[in-house]
């Protein structure tokens, strides 16, 4: 689903980015239209026919596309008539973004190309409660270590390089585009401020955006990590409204509702884990009591993931009640551990839920990407502002 606007310019702290000499939602429709073609690319009349677009300024934008090294011919085909018409095709290596998954206890880093395929990888121990600086610096150094030489390099010269990318020819240098960072909420998405991170208060009211895109010399954008994955899930090919439950050392929801993720009227929804199920049960670190992550990682703890499956699966019916969603998409390390044991207690709570209704049970599957799939959303954070989608 393409969003309001292209990719607009910004600063280093800026939540956007500005792809080497990008600036129209056209653009950005005819670029997210080559990117879905693959390898076979697709012509300029199918182009216009597409999006709505004159021919002549489908040619306008394409010339500049491949002058800008994002584009490139991919073949002739034949045609109804006529000479055979030129196929282009996006060139996936024109353009990277950094997605950032900070986590309780590990950093992961991934590097994607412009088709959001991961080329580079990094893992690191962390401690979320080491203290900014500590976390910052893994973070740092982390990013850096995915990083090719080139895009190091690129990194080093901050946003205002990708502004004034420089042509060589028809093809540009390698532009790392920003860096996307998902961690657990709650959080203010627009403004990349955290708020009481559930378990570490202390980072209430921390700039993370600024800080990091200080440091990393790219623009930046933050997100709670169940929006990430949801937001990659959608960017994937997941269609429909679906939540993603994401169990790991927390438990959160990324909800999207008609292809588009919904944070909320202040970037706050999602917070599946604090719905309270069970009144004076067990305190919870969010300071409730009978929370659904409170009992879930409890019964996780103890090593009964039946019941573990049971509290999830109660979670996820009534959103379903709420949101009418059209499946249910399960992720994260402790789902990893035993998926059939997590998909099939949650789809027995869902299945009796539609017996009672009379209504068909809502499906239950394990979310595509595994464990990294809030590492790869994170980079869509930067990703689907340039493909004119909704993002950063």
Aim: proline content about 4%; overall charge neutral.
């Amino acid at each position: 689903m393409h969003g309001a606007g292209g990719a607009g310019t910004a600063g280093a702290g800026g939540g956007g980015v500005n792809l080497l000499a990008l600036r129209s939602h056209n653009a950005a429709l005819v670029l997210d239209l080559l990117r879905t073609a693959g390898d076979e690319g697709i012509s300029r009349l199918e182009l216009a026919e597409r999006t709505g677009l004159t021919p002549q300024a489908v040619s306008k934008i394409t010339a500049r596309l491949r002058e800008d090294g994002l584009a490139a011919e991919a073949g002739r085909r034949a045609s109804t008539g006529g000479k055979p018409r030129t196929v282009l095709r996006l060139v996936p290596e024109a353009g990277h973004a950094v997605g950032v998954h900070l986590d309780r206890d590990e950093v992961r880093v991934v590097l994607v190309d412009l088709r959001g395929t991961v080329v580079g990888e990094r893992r690191a121990a962390l401690d979320l409660g080491a203290g900014a600086e500590a976390v910052l610096g893994a973070v740092r150094e982390t990013v850096a270590g995915v990083l090719p030489a080139g895009l190091e390099r690129a990194s080093r010269e901050g946003a205002a390089g990708l502004e004034r990318a420089p042509r060589q020819g028809s093809v540009v240098s390698p532009a790392l585009l920003g860096a996307g960072v998902a961690l657990p909420g709650p959080l203010d998405h627009a403004r990349g401020v955290l708020h009481r991170v559930t378990g570490f208060p202390e980072w209430d009211g921390f700039p993370l955006r600024e800080a990091l895109a200080e440091r990393l010399g790219v623009p930046v954008v933050v997100d709670k990590d169940t929006n990430a994955a949801a937001l990659g899930l959608a960017a994937g090919g997941e269609g429909g409204s679906f939540a993603y439950l994401h169990l790991g050392t927390g438990l959160g929801a990324g909800l999207v509702i008609g292809g588009s993720v919904h944070r909320g009227a202040r970037t706050g929804a999602g917070e599946f884990g604090h719905q309270v199920i069970q009144l004076d049960g067990p305190p919870c670190t969010c300071g409730n009591r009978g929370c659904v992550e409170a009992l879930c990682l409890a019964a996780v703890a103890r090593g009964d993931l039946e019941e573990a499956a049971r509290v999830l699966g109660a979670g996820a019916a009534n959103l379903v009640g709420l949101l009418d969603i059209d499946v249910v998409l399960l992720g994260g390390r402790t789902v990893a551990t035993a998926p059939e044991a997590f998909t099939g207690g949650v789809g027995a709570v869902l299945k009796a839920r539609a017996r009672r209704t009379g209504q068909d049970a809502v499906p239950v599957r394990v979310a595509a990407g595994g464990d990294g799939a809030v590492a790869a959303g994170a980079a869509q954070l930067v990703l689907g502002p340039v493909f004119g989608r909704g993002g950063g």
